[in-house]
């Protein structure tokens, strides 16, 4: 079945210390990967988008991902974490052929330790 | 900036009302849609919209409905809200059609609680 799955519920880092979200999908195409991130109270907002090309996409607040092919990987990564970094973090796919319809992952929420 | 705005935070109601959720988009977006959060299963998308008037499915669309009037606002309802329908709820939009790279912009979201 198709999915997309973030195998981590709570992840707990210390401020200063290197981040990675894991997001696995299954798909019979590559479809197309994004990383959203809700703050306490507030609505998502995009963090990153993958559909082709360099591997390695740049987002904001530091934050970058790399698309593997052959694991169907799509990983979040953050060198140094601040505090306010603090917030749930979803993986979302569009299905080549599928409009503009996001499917979430679970969600990982992180907690940064002082 | 595109902002999304949804009528309400909070919102508590009875089983059996009909409940309306509000969205308003000011970007001039032609898509929009509605999810719903609930821990441990991420967003589910209830109901989309492509056009004015337009309406699909999405994949959780049993006990609600949506109505597009005009290109900004979007409404979801809630017929006899039951309360498995206690939730968070989240609208957001996107520039156009059927184009899997537009982004989408969220709301902050509707926490719905029904008694």
């Known amino acids: 079945a198709q999915s997309v799955t973030q195998p981590d519920i709570h992840i707990t880092v210390s401020e200063g210390a290197s981040l990675e979200l894991r997001c696995n999908y299954s798909y019979g195409a590559t479809p197309y990967l994004f990383w959203y991130v809700q703050s306490p109270g507030q609505g998502l907002q995009l963090l990153l988008k993958?559909?082709?090309?360099?591997?390695l996409v740049q987002g904001i607040k530091g934050f970058e991902a790399e698309f593997k092919r052959s694991q169907s990987s799509f990983n979040l990564r953050k060198p140094s974490v601040h505090w306010s970094d603090a917030a749930e973090y979803f993986c979302?796919?569009?299905?080549?052929?599928?409009?503009?319809?996001?499917?979430f992952g679970t969600g990982t929420q992180l907690k940064v330790e002082l | 900036d595109v902002k999304v705005t949804q009528s309400s935070r909070y919102l508590v109601k009875r089983t059996g009302e009909k409940v309306f959720l509000e969205c308003v988009q000011d970007m001039d977006h032609e898509n929009m849609f509605w999810y719903r959060q609930d821990p441990g299963l991420g967003l589910r998308l209830i109901y989309f919209s492509y056009d004015v008037k337009m309406k699909e499915k999405g994949d959780i669309p049993e006990g609600y409905s949506v109505s597009r009037e005009k290109k900004e606002r979007f409404s979801l309802i809630l017929e006899s809200a039951s309360t498995n329908q206690t939730s968070m709820y989240l609208c957001a939009s996107s520039l156009s059609g059927y184009n899997p790279r537009e982004t989408q912009y969220f709301g902050p979201g509707t926490r719905l609680l029904v008694l």
């Open positions: 993958y559909f082709s090309g360099d591997t």
């Open positions: 979302a796919v569009v299905p080549a052929g599928g409009g503009n319809k996001l499917t």
